[in-house]
């Protein structure tokens, strides 16, 4: 019997779309598939669609490590209106409070140290956190509120940029899991007038350049020129995504065993432990692998050579 026909094209890496507004990352990650002719695609965090900014959109064998970047630290610039808070927290909800808006500039760089540091954040119920089985904003949208639990965030950074009442303009810089809507909520909330966002543009992932991104426009030009050639040259490679690991290069002999998912005793003169990523002596990416005190390179995630 014969084996299936594959549907496109075994390409590896990750490209750095830099998302319109309007557009899931849903939708755009299919898009982005189609035009690159790839077997397989994953994001690495989803952006609301009124948000835009950095999406890394991994190809291939990177679709192994889009986990890292989805634990990534990530930095955020955004707008909040003062004075109407809404359902979901940003401009596409419904206005369920209006309220005066008396808020000095020094209010609000007072009220902006209460959220930096370690916090604990309830999610909004407009997320895509599984209840269930289904995603909260389903439970949203049929008017069903669910007990979410305060789940732990770092604001390592929250920084003032503009006040022009009512709009605030802030820069972010958070761990994974962070809720920039209900920040603002819980900011507005605390400064007395409530607030929502009306704009939200994600300038980093991990430590990823802005200047690797294209724009949809940008990847839509390049691919009417009908040359697969040129796309790829805008590809990061498969091992950006776990950039922040240790590298570790084997020998031949080691490079075979984990090639074959078995564990490799090795001299650590280094002390290296936890995760690395792997090399071959020619410097090819193998995947990633735990290291314990032990010195035992277990393999966890491989890559297919």
Not at 37 to 50: C, F, V
Not at 210 to 234: F, G, P, V
């Amino acid at each position: 019997m014969s084996k299936p026909r594959k549907r496109g094209r075994d390409i590896d890496g990750v490209f750095l779309l830099d998302k319109p507004q309007g557009m899931s990352s849903n939708d755009i990650l299919q898009k982005v598939k189609r035009i690159y002719q790839a077997n397989k695609a994953g994001h690495t965090g989803a952006l609301d669609p009124l948000a835009t900014g950095m999406l890394p959109i991994c190809l291939g064998e990177a679709t192994k490590f889009s986990q890292f970047l989805l634990d990534a630290d990530k930095r955020y610039v955004v707008t909040a209106k003062l004075g109407e808070r809404t359902d979901t927290s940003d401009a596409e909800g419904q206005v369920v409070a209006n309220r005066p808006v008396n808020v000095k500039t020094a209010e609000i760089l007072t009220a902006l140290s209460a959220f930096r540091g370690d916090l604990m954040q309830v999610p909004t119920m407009f997320s895509a956190l599984k209840h269930q089985g289904k995603p909260l904003y389903e439970y949203a949208r049929a008017g069903i509120t669910v007990e979410r639990e305060a789940r732990p965030i770092t604001i390592f950074e929250l920084n003032f940029i503009a006040y022009e009442e009512p709009y605030l303009s802030l820069e972010v810089h958070c761990s994974k899991g962070t809720y920039i809507r209900t920040l603002v909520d819980d900011l507005g909330e605390r400064l007395g007038c409530g607030a929502h966002v009306t704009m939200l543009r994600r300038i980093a992932v991990a430590d990823y350049p802005a200047a690797k991104m294209l724009t949809w426009e940008q990847l839509q030009q390049l691919a009417q020129q009908n040359d697969l050639s040129l796309l790829d040259r805008y590809l990061l490679p498969t091992d950006s995504a776990v950039a922040s690991l240790t590298t570790l290069e084997l020998t031949a002999e080691q490079t075979r065993a984990v090639g074959f998912g078995q564990r490799v005793k090795f001299d650590n003169p280094q002390r290296i432990e936890g995760q690395v990523r792997l090399f071959s002596p020619e410097h090819q990416f193998l995947g990633v692998a735990e290291i314990g005190a032990d010195n035992v390179i277990r393999p966890l995630r491989m890559v297919n050579l």
